[in-house]
Nanobody, 132 residues
Framework: QVQLVESGGGSVQAGASLRLACQASGDSFSWYYMGWFRQTPGHEREGLAAIDRDGTTSYAESVRGRFAISKDFPKKTLILQMNDLKPEDTAIYYC??????????????????????????WGRGTQVTVSS
């Protein structure tokens, strides 16, 4: 069982930056396939970014060039650095993990299509609000 706890959300103005963190439990953090998702009321969950065991990353087109996913191995923490935030980035942001090391659907991963059915464990989310 892997527990995930997100932090770092908040309310900012458009153009600002935020850094989300996801603290993970377990002894095999470096092996986890991990990702970030977001969701707004009435909409499906959107995959934003993912990182595999080798550190290979994948980004949705909506955030590519603005967001960066990384792992802080000593702290067992998944990071999402978000720059140039826009009002349409307002959502609840979720961290997710799977104990496998890589995405199963490599074609989707390569295209930046982060599938939520590729993940076993989910955090409770952190709210990000961006005002214009």
């Amino acid at each position: 069982q892997v527990q995930l706890v997100e932090s770092g959300g908040g309310s900012v103005q458009a153009g600002a930056s935020l850094r989300l963190a996801c603290q993970a439990s377990g002894d095999s953090f470096s092996w986890y396939y991990m990702g970030w998702f977001r969701q707004t009321p009435g909409h499906e969950r959107e995959g934003l970014a993912a990182i595999d065991r080798d550190g290979t990353t994948s980004y949705a087109e909506s955030v590519r060039g603005r967001f960066a996913i990384s792992k802080d191995f000593p702290k067992k923490t998944l990071i999402l650095q978000m720059n140039d935030l826009k009002p349409e980035d307002t959502a609840i942001y979720y961290c997710a993990a799977h104990t496998k090391s890589y995405a199963s659907d490599l074609a989707s991963f390569a295209l930046g299509r982060i599938r939520d059915d590729e993940f076993q464990y989910w955090g409770r989310g952190t709210q990000v609000t961006v005002s214009s």
